[in-house]
């Protein structure tokens, strides 16, 4: 079975406020996307990388990449133009996935301490059958509804955060995305993950514990904690 990775990268990080993409910032020195290609490396079950980035940047992500050859060395790397939601990215992206993948990972760019080892976690819940695979994890704050103007409280007790690498059989998430692409794939209509979009089509997602070095960066806040994190323990 041959496993490709989608790393999306294409976003434009608004809420970090960066001069750069939000995946081309760096942490500790190094690129966030090259944090997150290095975690599919170091998994040792990612024979290909298909990276999602923003229009015109396709230079500076090549460098990026190529910081750290020797470590990326046993994956395949190649770059997609994104779209303008998630979700049309990890469609671009997919349409570069070779036919020969029968497994397909989709990795946020902006989750650059995932664990190797949640990476070989997923991959190995697909391989024992389950065609749609997730990393979760508890949700710690109180929850509420405010949908109706009114505020409901929320059992959190059931509820979970979901995180990347998703898992997926390949045809699964190729039916997934083609049905999802006949709706709107504007930023505000657009599915914000994978699993959800072959839950729409009847499939049963799988859950397995996430982790929670696998947090996403998605303020200033968030890259402050991961400098901290990644001081903390080297590389
Ligand atoms: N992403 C993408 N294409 C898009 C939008 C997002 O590939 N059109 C990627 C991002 O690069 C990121 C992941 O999807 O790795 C999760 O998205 P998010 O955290 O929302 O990143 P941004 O969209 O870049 O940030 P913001 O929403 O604050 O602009
Ligand atoms: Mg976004």
Redesign the pocket.
């Known amino acids: 079975m041959r496993v490709a990775a989608i ?10 406020g960066h001069d750069l ?3 081309l910032v760096p942490l500790g020195g190094v690129p ?1 996307v090259l944090h997150a290609a290095r975690g599919l490396a170091d998994s040792g079950v990612v024979d290909l990388v298909v990276v ?1 980035v ?1 229009r015109g940047s396709d230079g500076a992500f090549a460098t990026a990449m190529t910081q750290d050859a020797g470590r990326l060395g046993g994956m395949t790397l190649t770059l997609a133009v ?5 979700q ?3 469609a671009a992206g997919l349409a570069e996935v070779p036919a020969d993948v029968d497994l397909v990972l989709v990795h ?4 650059p301490l995932t664990p190797a080892r949640l990476v070989a976690e997923v991959v190995a819940a697909v391989r024992a059958g389950h065609r749609a695979v997730i990393p979760v994890v508890p949700v710690t704050d109180s929850v509420v509804d405010v949908a109706d103007g009114d505020v409901r409280p929320v059992d959190r007790s059931t509820l979970r955060g979901v995180q990347t690498p998703q898992g997926f059989d390949r045809a699964l998430l190729d039916r997934a995305h083609a049905a999802a692409a006949h709706r709107a794939t504007d ?1 505000h209509s657009a599915a ?1 993950d994978d699993a959800s979009l072959c839950a729409l089509l009847g499939a049963v997602v799988h859950a397995i514990p996430g982790a929670d070095d696998a947090f ?3 303020t200033p806040r968030d890259l402050a904690l991961a400098e901290m994190l990644l001081s903390e323990v080297p590389a």
């Not at 946020?108 to 989750?111: I, K, T």
Request: aromatic share 0%; charged share 20%.
């Open positions: 790393l999306t990268a294409a976003g434009s990080g608004t809420r970090l993409p939000k995946a966030l999602t923003p994104g779209g303008t939601s998630r049309a990215s990890v946020d760019a902006a989750r930023e914000t996403k960066i998605t």
